[in-house]
């Protein structure tokens, strides 16, 4: 094998890695005390009492970030004016 062949199966290893740790890191159980969940959820109310419900169920780390994503989503889309 020449330096090219190496580097290339070093590169496909690191990203094979990196998808592991990132998909295991997503996929965690949620970790949140009851206390927590209660605070979570009190600090979500202002936004809504279906977001605060939602702070109450057990999420995987992946699953909040895509409700924050999609709340982000849903903020942009209220706050930009639209013409029509």
Not at 12 to 33: E, N
Not at 35 to 40: H, L, Q, R, T
Not at 54 to 81: W, Y
């Amino acid at each position: 094998m020449n330096n090219t062949q190496y580097r290339t199966l070093i590169a496909v290893l690191v990203i094979a890695v990196l998808g592991v740790l990132a998909w295991g890191a997503l996929t965690l159980p949620d970790q949140r005390s009851t206390g927590e969940k209660v605070g979570d959820a009190i600090d979500a109310l202002p936004q809504g009492v279906d977001k605060a419900a939602r702070e109450l169920e057990d999420r995987t780390p992946g699953e909040r970030l895509g409700d924050a994503v999609k709340d982000a989503g849903e903020d942009i889309k209220s706050n930009t004016d639209n013409p029509n």
